[in-house]
T-cell receptor
Framework: EAGVAQSPRYKIIEKRQSVAFWCNPISGHATLYWYQQILGQGPKLLIQ????????DSQLPKDRFSAERLKGVDSTLKIQPAKLEDSAVYLC????????????FGPGTRLTVL | GNSVTQMEGPVTLSEEAFLTINCTYTATGYPSLFWYVQYPGEGLQLLLKATKADDKGSNKGFEATYRKETTSFHLEKGSVQVSDSAVYFC???????????FGAGTTVTVRA
């Protein structure tokens, strides 16, 4: 079974630029999550999708972050404009509806904002 | 609110040594408890879990017991290998909820 795929693996941008990350969850997983992991900290949930609907985006900084999951499969997370404090690893995870707290994580995208 | 506190690292051990990583939590009710592991260059993987008091989760020689009385879920392995070098995260999710709250992670390095 293929795991969660993410791209790119690394991205370096300057502050005020825009960036987008892509995630392809495990086939058949209805639930998709985006996390932000700042160096030295545990992952923090940004947004959760159930199929193509948003379940929880309470921790998403909506003035600059946006996410979508068209067709209930792939998802993109965008930052516009980026700030220095957005430097982090962005993790995508997915799970089935039955075992919703057993999440499978992708390798992450390491973002550096200069 | 819900939170997880785990032992600060980094931890450096010799092969075949005993490993313990402490984890304590704050939550209402009976959360589910997890240990995730992140090997270099890879995503987080679920290592083991426990969903109720006194449950013991185990996998790959690692064990952790859900202790309600001490609100703890310490991770142990009797004889570590170089391949166990990774970052270990303790996490919880509240009853009937999906949200995972993670600890800060503990970096473990095992030397040959």
């Amino acid at each position: 079974e293929a795991g969660v795929a993410q791209s790119p693996r690394y991205k370096i941008i300057e502050k005020r630029q825009s960036v987008a990350f892509w995630c392809n969850p495990i086939s058949g997983h209805a639930t998709l999550y985006w996390y932000q992991q700042i160096l030295g900290q545990g992952p923090k949930l940004l947004i959760q999708f159930q199929n193509n609907g948003v379940v929880d985006d309470s921790q998403l900084p909506k003035d600059r972050f946006s996410a979508e999951r068209l067709k209930g499969v792939d998802s993109t997370l965008k930052i516009q404009p980026a700030k220095l404090e957005d430097s982090a690893v962005y993790l995508c995870a997915s799970s089935t509806r039955r075992r919703i707290n057993e999440q499978f994580f992708g390798p992450g995208t390491r973002l550096t904002v200069l | 609110g819900n939170s997880v506190t785990q032992m600060e690292g980094p931890v450096t051990l010799s092969e075949e040594a005993f490993l313990t990583i402490n984890c304590t939590y704050t939550a209402t009710g009976y959360p589910s408890l997890f240990w995730y592991v992140q090997y270099p260059g890879e995503g987080l993987q679920l290592l083991l879990k426990a969903t109720k008091a006194d449950d013991k989760g185990s996998n790959k020689g690692f064990e952790a017991t859900y202790r309600k009385e001490t609100t703890s879920f310490h991770l142990e392995k009797g004889s570590v290998q170089v391949s166990d070098s990774a970052v270990y995260f303790c996490a919880l999710s509240p009853p009937n909820d999906y949200k995972l709250s993670f600890g800060a992670g503990t970096t473990v390095t095992v030397r040959a």
